[in-house]
Structure formats: C-alpha cells, structure tokens
C-alpha cells in the first residue's frame, strides 16, 4: 500500500516543472559571475528566475536574494538587521511560538551580542497580541514575526505588524516559509508607506515548502536596507549573500512559485474542504480530541490536534506503521523529544504540548488519504493512551 503523506509542512514533493528546469539550468556550463558566453547564459536564467520571483513575491527583482533556504535567510534578516541597527537599539520584539530558525538566531544574539527579548505574548489561538506588538516596539533594533504559525496554523494580520513597525520607525523581518503558496503575500503592499530602513524591510521564503528542491530560499530585502551580511566573498546579489550563485536552485524556486501562486485559491478550498473533512471525523469519533489553533485563520491544509492521554510521538510512531506520515510539529533535541513551545505559548500545560500532532495536506493529497487517517487514528489513539 502506498505511504499516506500528511507533512506537507516539512516538505512537499517536487513538482514535475521545478525538475525539470533544474535539470535543464544544470546543463549550462558558466558561472554566472563569468565574462565569457556560458557564464552569460547562466546569468540570463538566473536573473529571468529573481525576476519571477519578484513578481509572484510582489517585490523588485534587485530586492530579492537567494539564499540555501528559510533559515539562512531568517539568519541573514535577524543577524544582519542587529548588525547594522542604530546606536543605542537594544531590543528585539520577538513573539512567543515563532520558527526555531527565529528563536535560536535571537537567543544567539542574546547570549552573545547583549541583545535583549521584548516578548509579546500569543493568545489561546495562538494569534499574535497585536496591541503588546505595537507597546514593544518603539526604540527596538528590530522586530521579526511569523506571517502563519508553522506548527498550529494560525494567520497573524502582516498587514498590521508592517504598519506598527513603519509607525515606530523599527526594521521589521516577516517570516513567510510557512505561508507562501498557501496565503497571499505582497512585500510591496506590506511596506506601503514605510519609509527609509524602518517598517517592513524583509521576507523569508523557502523554496522546498512550494515543490522547489530542498536547498534552495530567498530573503527579499527593501532596497533602502542593508542588513550586515553573514558571509563575506565576492560580492554577489548586492554584497548581502556572496557566493557562487545556484541557478539551477533559483530556476527551480521560481517555477515553483509561480505554479503554486497560479493554483493558490483554488487549492486553499480543496485543502481546506479535505482539513475540516479530517476534523469533523475526529470530533465525532474521538471526543476527547481537541482542535488547537485558529478556527478560521489557519494555514490552508493545516489540522493541529491535541490528543489528552496520549503522546505524539507514540501516535506519529504508531501512524508511521500503518504507513501516515504526520508530525508532532516540535524539534527533537538531541533525539528527545521536546514539548511544543508553541502550545506552550498557547498557555497549554506539558503534558499537553508533549500531546499534539499536526497533519497538513497539500498538492498531492487526496480524499483517499482522508480516508486512511481517519480509518487508522481511533485505534492509534487508544493504543498510544493506553502505553502512556
Ligand atoms: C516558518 C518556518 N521558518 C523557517 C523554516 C526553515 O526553512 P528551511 O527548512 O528552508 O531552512 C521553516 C521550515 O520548516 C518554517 O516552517
């Protein structure tokens, strides 16, 4: 029997397109910092490439810098905003329940650069205090914030957050790995009236999250910001992220998320019909389940469950067996299993968020899947609270 997939938020398959002008971008032979013709032809792809990024990012092409992925670029926007901020800025708004990418860059600069954390609390929901946001920001170095929860969903209001962090005159960074292709995302809507380096000044997108390889990302970046670069070299994509350029990675991304933009909203209803499909069947067969996250704004394809009594980790185990791959959402450290810091930040106990697991769907889901996990977790659940 073929493997259940539901951990789209991990990873979601390549798409056939992105294969195939990775394959095809991998056969010039040229640097595309090179004089001569080959090294022209690479150039040509990748800057076709940024500039259709750019349009499905709704940026300018010179604003957008690749990089491996989403966590070089939430490194390169948290460490580089720090780096280059005013004298005397020694904050960072940080909200509880953000990407580990976020949370362990700023702890870095924590326990190494004297930074200090302005929290701002989420609700049970896990949806963003957005008047605490505003209250942090005023004379921060910088504020960075998840547009979508990965783990529980829930869709913070972007727009908002830019126009509080434009008001106070602080640099903001959007994590958006885990709502591009799934949410509308305009940098140039966001930073509407912000001006100079303050406001929304850059975005973090992945490109494996969108059927693009693993390995490659961008972190758009305002022409009017110059975050401190994290490597230094030969001055590639504006002095912010030298290296040898991956033109087969950026040809890849950019068919990605052109396909996944061009699919969004019909896909958004066909994820969500699936999701709230998965949900109606776990309130009627399994009562003592508890939905967590936004009941409305969530991450299309996204279905967060806590299961009291049980561990998640024995439930994903016991899911794996009958071939449903899910996730508990959280990191394992060291092989031990963490609890969810972002249903810790919901206000829920321990043993709660050591109870959780999310199942997200995407392009290849379908309704047989649906039927899978729903004919396999009444049994994995009894058996998972039975071995606790
Ligand atoms: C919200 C969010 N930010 C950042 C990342 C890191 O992205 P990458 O896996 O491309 O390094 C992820 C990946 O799971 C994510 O979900």
Not at 41 to 61: I, K, N, P, T, Y
Not at 294 to 299: L, M, S
């Amino acid at each position: 029997m073929t493997a259940v997939y539901l951990d789209h938020a991990a990873t979601t398959p390549l798409r056939p397109e992105a294969r195939a002008a990775w394959l095809a971008a991998q056969d010039i032979v040229g640097n595309a910092s090179s004089i001569h013709g080959g090294g022209q032809a690479a150039r040509r792809v990748l800057e076709e490439s940024r500039e259709r990024l750019a349009v499905v990012l709704g940026c300018d092409a010179v604003e957008v810098v690749f990089t491996s992925g989403g966590t070089e670029a939430v490194n390169l926007a948290v460490k580089g905003l720090w780096w280059s901020r005013p004298d005397g800025a020694d904050t960072v708004v940080l909200p509880d329940g953000e990407h580990h990418a976020t949370l362990d860059a700023v702890r870095w600069l924590v326990a190494h650069e004297g930074a200090i954390v302005k929290p701002v609390r989420l609700d049970g929901v896990g949806r963003i205090d957005a008047s605490g946001f505003a209250d942090a920001l005023p004379g921060a170095a910088l504020a960075t914030a998840l547009i979508a929860n990965n783990e529980v969903g829930t869709v913070q209001d972007a727009a908002a957050m830019a126009r509080a962090a434009g008001d106070a005159g602080v640099p903001l960074h959007l994590d958006a790995v885990s709502a591009f292709g799934h949410l509308p995302v305009s940098f140039r809507q966001w930073r509407a009236d912000a001006v100079g380096a303050a406001g929304l000044v850059a975005l973090s997108v992945s490109g494996h999250k969108v059927g693009a390889p693993v390995g490659v990302g961008a972190l758009v970046v305002s022409r009017q910001s110059t975050p401190t670069p994290l490597q230094h070299g030969g001055g590639q994509q504006r002095g912010l992220r030298a290296g040898t350029q991956d033109v087969a990675g950026a040809a890849a991304f950019a068919v990605a998320a052109e396909l996944a933009e061009h699919e969004r909203e019909a896909e958004a209803r066909r994820l969500d019909d699936l999701r709230d499909a998965l949900a109606r069947s776990i309130r009627s067969s399994l009562p003592d389940a508890e939905v967590l996250g936004d009941p409305v704004e969530r991450i299309p394809g996204n279905l967060h469950v806590l299961f009291p009594g049980a561990s998640g980790e024995t439930l994903l185990f016991l899911l794996d067996q009958a071939g449903i791959s899910v996730s508990t959402g959280s990191a394992c450290q060291a092989g031990v299993p963490e609890p969810s810091h972002v249903v810790l930040a919901l206000g829920r106990t321990e043993r709660e968020a050591r109870s959780v697991l999310r199942f997200t769907f995407g392009r290849t889901s379908t309704g047989a899947d649906l039927t899978r996990v729903v004919a396999a977790l009444p049994e994995a659940y009894a058996r998972a609270a039975a071995a606790r």
